[in-house]
């Protein structure tokens, strides 16, 4: 009897353990799966809890009872009841649950009537997606991601070797200027055969496999990754995330994992200060902007009444929100931007939100959502509007008006030209005395003219300087002593010095006739 029980604990315990030894081994598949079985049991704990209120009292008065034909035949009304409870709070839940996590992701945010801080103008990130293959020259691999680095105002592309079994190939670092003719760029080659692990990658080159290999239960998301060059030896950065909560399930940052693109060494990181790009993820930091609907109760919640969305028409169509942009301060520092619409139909501009694109630590990043006064009108009424007070510079031919952003205060920055040449930008302080107040300037930001421009504004001086200018009176010139003129206007050294070229003259010719 002994032996036939230790037999079937056997039978039983070796395929568990050895499940249990493949489980843990695969630790990528189970982070995987315990990352969404972790959201989905968020969203089911809640009815099942409900359910279990009417069904387990039931239970035990039906074992109670003995469990006989008559407590049996009773089964279907509790089972019913249950039923209709569990659906009405999984209904119930799947909305207020939604709403308690935004707030959950509302603990770090400020809304402040503070103006925006200065921020420096870049080249559009569609430019720099657009000069990037151009400058890869032989690489024969396929651009997976392109990223703007605020803090060294570079913009970094990272491509993929072509196969099923292959990893990176190439990192490119360029810098597109606003102004000016500077085109410097890095390139920095992979290791093919020793590094030869991507994201999305087949078996063991796959980049997130190695991740979860070192450390469990974090995550990241693909588009949060890209490409730096050390030298020539490229690293790519991944920013990480994990999970906390228990019924309302949100994400955190968890430093990052930089993967050398020459050695193939992985190394997973808290300490982002040396890290020469962003370390917070941009994917997160858009959670986090979404969550200022929740910025009311939940009623105001439900029905769209509070809180803003991004701007999502115009020229910053594909590209809408999270632009990440270099501070002007000494203090220097970078921040993921976003221009913000109030929900429902209204489309003006009316606050920015900015959350930084470094920051230590587990918890989540601060976000400031500046309300702005004066307002400015939506980016597709701006972009028609250029395009009526500077028709002579825009648009033709490939000639259009990019990125519409933010860059302090109340002001924002279009920029116009094409993909591989940037030649003018528009900048406007708001709407001013009820119209938009705008003024053209060269790539560089030299003044060329306004269409409106604020007084006081240091463009409205500067044209009033200009005026000035040209009002002065020019100035007399003495008139020369060689040129036949009108006396009167000849000072008396003048005179004199007439009068001696002319006793001169008269003598070499008297001179001369005598010979």
């Known amino acids: 009897m002994g032996r036939a029980l230790t037999g079937r604990a056997l039978r039983i315990a070796i395929p568990v353990l050895l499940a ?52 049996g035949g009773g089964a279907a009304a509790p089972g019913c009841v249950a039923a209709v409870l569990g659906l009405g709070v999984a209904a119930g839940w799947l909305v207020y649950g939604a709403y308690l996590q935004d707030r959950a992701y509302m603990d770090d945010v400020r809304i402040v009537s503070e103006p925006l801080p200065e921020l420096a103008a870049r080249s559009p990130y569609l430019v720099g997606r657009a000069q990037a293959a151009p ?25 993929e070797r072509r196969g099923w079994l292959s990893g990176y190939e190439v990192g490119l670092v360029q810098d597109i200027p606003l102004g000016g003719n500077g085109r410097d760029q890095t390139r920095c080659s992979f290791d093919v055969e020793t590094a030869d692990a991507r994201i999305g990658g087949w078996f063991h080159h796959n980049l997130g496999r190695k991740i ?16 730096t060059c050390s030298g020539d030896t490229p690293v790519v950065v991944v920013p990480l995330k994990r999970q906390t909560g228990f019924l309302v399930v949100t994400e955190r940052p968890a430093g990052v994992a930089l993967y050398d693109g020459r050695t193939g060494r992985l190394t997973i990181t808290a300490d982002t200060t ?32 509070s809180g803003w969305d991004a701007s999502e028409d115009g020229a910053n169509k594909g590209n809408e929100s999270e632009f990440a942009l270099r501070y002007r301060a000494a203090a220097g520092g ?28 587990g918890g989540l990043a601060p976000m400031t959502v500046h309300r702005l006064s004066p307002t400015w009108s939506s980016p597709e009424a701006l972009v028609e509007l250029i395009k009526a007070e500077y028709r002579d510079v825009c648009c033709y031919n490939e000639d259009r008006v990019f990125e519409v952003v933010p860059t302090g205060g109340s002001t924002w920055t279009a920029t116009l030209g094409s993909e591989q040449n940037i030649r003018y930008r528009v900048e406007g302080r708001g709407q001013v005395a009820g119209r938009e107040a705008t003024c053209l300037k060269t790539a560089d930001g030299a003044l060329v003219r306004c269409a409106y421009a604020v007084p006081g504004s240091p463009e409205e001086q500067e044209l009033a300087r200009r005026e000035r200018e040209k009002q002065k009176p020019k100035e007399e010139t003495p ?36 010979e």
Do not use: C, M
Not at 487 to 511: D, N
């Open 334 to 361: 970078s921040a993921y931007v976003t221009p913000l619409t109030p929900q429902g139909e209204a489309s003006s501009v009316v606050a920015v939100s900015t959350v930084p694109t470094r920051h230590q630590g």
């Open 20 to 71: 249990a030894a493949a489980l843990w081994y695969a630790s990528y598949a189970t982070t995987v799966a315990a990352w969404e079985l972790r959201k989905l049991f968020s969203w089911l704990a809640a009815p099942l809890a409900a359910a279990g209120v009417v069904v387990l009292p039931w239970l035990a008065v039906r074992r109670l009872r003995g469990g006989g034909a008559a407590a």
């Open 212 to 227: 979860s290999a070192q450390r469990r239960w974090v995550r990241f998301e693909a588009s949060d990754a890209y490409v």
């Open 479 to 514: 008139p020369n002593p060689g040129e036949v003129g009108d006396l009167a206007g000849y000072t008396p050294e003048q005179l004199a010095e007439l009068q001696r070229r002319l006793s001169e003259e008269v003598v070499r010719r008297l001179g001369k006739g005598r």
């Open 274 to 305: 040396a890290v020469p790009g962003p370390s917070y993820p941009l994917s997160l930091a858009s959670r986090q902007r979404e969550a200022t609907a929740a910025v009311g109760s939940f009623t105001d919640w439900f029905f769209e009444r």
């Open 135 to 159: 400058h890869l020259g032989d690489v024969t691999g396929e651009i997976f991601d392109v990223t703007y680095l605020p803090d060294a105002d570079r913009f970094s592309t990272l491509v």
